[in-house]
């Protein structure tokens, strides 16, 4: 650590324990000097959670889930009461039902599209919205996605719907906060065993074949997650906005598995 994020506060969505993602990204951030606000969605989450904002000492825990708009407001008054201005915000936030990350995407109810994409997508859109206004000096904006955005990964569904319009609106959004000197990007992350991962029927199987097909030969951990998001949302990013930035082993340029593992 290097004092990278030092004099920097910001909220960050999305712990809901140790393998969280959020939580290598919040872990780092702390450790570059940041200074932290966390949410959690309910109280069975919370239970977990306190803890590990006592670990990177968070000026605020706050209940946000952002199905309850309300509370996405308290989060952000509670920001601004704390700090008055804010530098940066993360977004690891999605749902689906899991009866619908298995099988085809064409059977995919309704009900479940409306509830995935505001859950996993339109979330971030009005998250950023109530954040944008307290980057007084500039800030940077942050969310998670997964490449079955663009292409089709077996049961990944309506999610891969979702992840799609999720990195659509990081453009808009860049461009609608650019003019306030506010980036906003996402990290496309390679596979990494989490409650939210465990729900995607097969994961381990998916899991098991990027490890073997990408040119790094294996997965990434939420601990360089965490670095890149802390590059992402720290100065030395700061020509960098509506990118989506792919911290995946180098997974997502390979067509097709090496032709020496094909033979073997
Ligand atoms: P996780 O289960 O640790 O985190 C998901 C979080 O979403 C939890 O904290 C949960 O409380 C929160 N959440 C769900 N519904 C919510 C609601 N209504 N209100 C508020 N919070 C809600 O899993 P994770 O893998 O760390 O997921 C974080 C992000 O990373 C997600 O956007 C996920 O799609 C993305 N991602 C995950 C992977 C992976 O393989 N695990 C890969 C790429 C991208």
């Keep these: 650590a290097s004092g990278l994020m030092a004099g920097k506060r910001g909220v960050v969505m999305g712990v ?3 393998h969280s993602i959020a939580w290598g990204i919040a872990r780092q951030l702390r450790a570059e000097g940041a200074e932290l606000g966390l949410t959690y969605q309910n109280d069975q989450f919370g239970r977990r959670v306190r803890p590990l904002a006592d670990q990177v000492e968070a000026a605020f825990l706050e209940r946000c889930d952002v199905e309850d708009l309300a509370t996405v407001d308290t989060l952000f008054d509670t920001a601004a009461k704390t700090w008055g201005s804010i530098d940066f915000f993360v977004h690891a936030v999605a749902f689906s039902d899991k009866n619908e990350l298995k099988g085809r995407y064409a059977d995919t109810t309704r009900e479940n599209f409306s509830r ?4 996993s997508c339109f979330s971030f859109t009005e998250a950023a919205s109530r954040a944008a206004p307290l ?3 500039g800030g940077a904006m942050l969310t998670l996605t997964y490449s079955g955005s663009v292409k089709v990964m077996p049961n990944y569904n309506v999610m ?3 992840k799609a319009a999720l990195e659509s609106s990081v453009r808009y959004l860049a461009a609608d906060f ?3 000197g506010v980036r906003v990007n996402a990290i496309s992350a390679g596979p990494v065993r989490t409650l939210a991962g465990a729900g995607v029927t097969d994961a381990r199987l998916m899991f098991n074949y990027q490890r073997k097909h990408s040119p790094l030969q294996r997965t990434v951990d939420i601990e360089e997650i965490g670095r890149s998001a802390a590059y992402l ?3 030395y990013s700061s020509g960098v906005t509506g990118e989506i930035h792919y911290v995946d082993s180098g997974y997502n340029i390979m067509s097709m598995p090496k032709l020496d593992e094909l033979r073997a």
Excluded at 116 to 119: F, H, L, P, S
């Design 16 to 18: 809901a324990n140790n």
């Design 116 to 119: 995935t994409m505001v859950i």
């Design 135 to 137: 980057m007084t000096n």
């Design 160 to 162: 891969g719907v979702a």
């Design 178 to 180: 650019g003019t306030n």
């Design 233 to 235: 949302l720290s100065d």
